[in-house]
């Protein structure tokens, strides 16, 4: 497999961009060429969104955006992590391949992103991020972006972001455009502005549990006994007001007289645990609430509304499906993403015959083949301590572990992993890991809680 990184950047766009034109390869945008609108959430796990069946969350934007496009019922997170997740929505490959195993390591230069494919065919890019650690320094996701909007300070609500980025957005859309806007409200330390902080009753099913450093909450919450039926109502009243702030985004789209020629992509980076197999407030594991990850598309006139897809999606998907639907077709050899555009009319449709996923620094590994998950510590882990297999999607909880019932399946699935993982590492891109960084990016990751 040739691999990105052993070409020039130009050359590799180059090349890229021509394996990506099926027709009309030399043809600029012709007026009324479609619009990408690509929506991250940080933190939203599937199971808390109204239209993936939760009963209780509000959530009538994105419901609506999923009634009037695809709901991909089983969309894997890359990563639990949330640069690492980005950046392989971006590159639509692995984060073996791209390189990017946390929230410090920019993603490599010679990495090709769907900005600046859609660039070099001429669309107008926009990005407004709410983490500063997708700010370029951190992440470096910047490359192909004509303008980037960068958080300041440590993290911005949905509401605050919103405010220029519709602005900016509404200037873009005088031409093609891509825009990618990030929201980061679910993210621990929940704290909803009024009234989506009382919008949920606190509940009656848990016991207060003592409150540990690795929780996304704040030192005060954490600090003694932290009660579940407490916080769980604030992390869905982040959703709602999320919710909210998404509603005024696509009311834009109206309002502009848009909406019928763009392609909206939503897609959350990586769920969250509440209080699942004892791991509490934040995206330590791979189990189903971290990776189960709502992913829709709305293309009107190009998707029937209402549509849904069972098969096994991973996120890495996006970047080839949003250029087919732009009408570039791409070969399957040089990224993992595979096309989603069949799905949308063959429920048979298989895009994957395996998916990976990998948490932080690499320290546990995760396939999913033939219905079943398969995930790995690779070191000294505490929220996964040894292997397991899974049926992920008949066996929501994930409470039973088939390793021993299906020993050879096991043993098989873990050799296949250590194999896949090893081959693709010998081919990644130069990721710079950030040893020395700079005091504010250092002061903000810690008080994220992404390090010490
Ligand atoms: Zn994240």
Redesign the pocket.
Known sequence: MLHPKLLLKSATLMSVALLFCFSGCERRQDPGTPNVLLITL??VRADYLGCYGNPEVLTPNIDRLAAEGANFLNNVAPS????P??ASIFTGLYLAFHGVYDNQTPLAEEAVTLAEILRQRGYRTLAGVS?RHLNTENANFTQGFDEFLECEPVEMTAGERNRDFLKKLRKVSGRSFFAWVHY?DP?GDYAPPAPYDTLYPVGENYKPIPGKEVMDLSEDKKNGLVDPDEIIPLYKGEISYLDHQIGALLKLLVDLKIEEQTLVILV???GESMTEKEIYFC?AGLYNQVTHVPLIMRFPGKISPGSEFAGLTSSVDILPTALEFLGYKMSHSRIDGRSLVPALTDPDYQPHEFVIVEAVDGIIGGLYQAGYKYIKPYGDEWSVTEDHLFRPFLDYAEAEDLKYAEEERTRRMESFLDSWLEEAKKKSLPSIRRENLDKKTEEALKSLGYIK
């Open positions: 940080d933190t639990q992590c949330t640069n997740a980005h983490a980061y993210h959350a980076d990586h995206h």
